[in-house]
């Protein structure tokens, strides 16, 4: 098992696996909009890259960190998207996570951020037992006039 950057050969198992993370969390899915969103970050790294575990040729997992800027930090901060791993509990969410974090650090991101649902406190215990911290913002969302 290998954890490497995505590229565009993966895509269309990138496709499935986004799938099977909506209906694991529950999510709307949306298979041209997902595809869109993953192609976006395969070319290069101007808006964030997308890793995947890698099973000799088998994506089962992926993690997609986006790129953010923020005054409060003094520059480039990250955003953990997405991270999904199609049959947990082996390890291999903690070997992606760790990644994760290796990569924000190369591209200069002085910090990560993700979001939980509010009712996943399973989700919630994960992230916090690997170093990530509650928060006390809240998060709004406002979808613009060209959001497809």
């Known amino acids: 098992m290998s954890v490497r950057r995505a590229t565009t050969a993966d895509l269309d198992a990138l496709v499935r696996l986004g799938e099977l ?7 709307e899915w949306q298979p041209d909009r997902a595809r869109r969103g993953f192609a976006g970050l395969l070319d290069d790294d101007t808006h964030g890259v997308v890793l995947v575990t890698d099973n000799d040729g088998d994506v089962c997992g ?7 800027w923020s005054i409060e930090c003094g520059g480039r901060e990250s955003l953990l998207d997405e991270m999904f791993i199609e049959h947990p509990g082996q390890g291999l969410g903690s070997e ?4 994760v974090i ?4 190369e591209h200069g991101a002085a910090r990560v951020f993700l979001e939980t649902e509010a009712g996943n406190e399973s989700a919630r215990d994960f992230w916090l037992k690997r170093g990530f ?4 913002s809240v998060w709004l969302q ?7």
């Open 142 to 148: 406002r979808l613009t006039p060209t959001t497809p």
């Open 96 to 99: 992606l996570l760790e990644a």
């Open 102 to 105: 290796a990569t924000a650090a």
């Open 21 to 27: 993370y909506c209906i694991a969390d529950n999510a």
């Open 62 to 68: 992926y993690a997609v960190l986006t790129w953010g």
């Open 133 to 136: 911290e509650l928060e006390d």
